[in-house]
């Protein structure tokens, strides 16, 4: 496969499951992010890592639990998620963020509906 | 902070008309800017950017210049198609930050 992938798709959960959302590049970049997007609002950053490290975590809910264990993979770790969480979650990388302008490019995305 | 503010939509035009969509921004530094186009059931992809002043970028007929005067981008394009229907997204970044900034989108729907 080619460039970046996320899974699952789609997912539905109730506010006491546990579940992880998937992302992988194949793109050979250092750099991966979350965002969340919801109707009529801008894209929300959450986190990004650059080179496996946590470089930002915007004020996101500790529900929300990333990991990073390699340049190539990232995860959202989700437990006990409200109602409000339900959103289409994008993945995006980009060659190095310390580079100046990088592109992001993004996944598909996973549609998550929080019951 | 940094914003991004685009028109609000969604924008109705007819096949081969003028598509003129308004981004302005907001930044305390020297930022890059971006439009990104979303398809439906997929996520963002780069249109074109800019990284300075007066810079012009240019990708599949859409054009958009980096207005440092009026702190604007705005996205044009000549003769649209149906094709063309999608969200487009105005984004800035500043250099040495780890932030993308995001307007909150501009649905455009062409119409045969």
């Known amino acids: 496969e080619t460039g970046v992938t996320q899974t699952p798709r789609h997912l539905v959960m109730g506010m006491t499951n546990k579940k992880s959302l998937k992302c992988e590049q194949h793109?050979?970049?250092?750099?991966m992010y979350w965002y969340k997007q919801s109707a009529k609002k801008p894209l929300e950053l959450m986190f990004v890592?650059?080179?496996?490290?946590?470089?930002e975590n915007n004020s996101v809910p500790s529900r929300f639990s990333p990991e990073c264990p390699n340049s190539s993979h990232l995860f959202l770790h989700l437990h006990t998620l409200q109602p409000e969480d339900s959103a289409l979650y994008l993945c995006?990388?980009?060659?190095?963020?310390?580079?100046?302008?990088?592109?992001?490019?993004f996944g598909p995305g996973t549609r998550l509906t929080v019951l | 902070g940094d914003s991004v503010t685009q028109m609000e939509g969604p924008v109705t035009l007819s096949e081969e008309a003028f598509l003129t969509i308004n981004c302005t921004y907001t930044a305390t530094g020297y930022p890059s800017l971006f439009w990104y186009v979303q398809y439906p059931g997929e996520g963002l992809q780069l249109l074109l950017k800019?990284?300075?002043?007066?810079d012009k970028g240019s990708n599949k007929g859409f054009e958009a210049t980096y207005r440092k005067e009026t702190t604007s981008f705005h996205l044009e394009k000549g003769s649209v198609q149906v094709s063309d229907s999608a969200v487009y997204f105005c984004a800035l970044s500043e250099s040495g930050t780890y932030k993308y900034i995001f307007g909150t989108g501009t649905r455009l729907k062409v119409l045969a």
């Open positions: 800019a990284t300075k002043a007066d």
């Open positions: 995006a990388s980009s060659q190095d963020r310390l580079a100046g302008a990088d592109t992001q490019y």
């Open positions: 793109l050979g970049h250092n750099a």
């Open positions: 890592y650059n080179f496996k490290e946590q470089t």
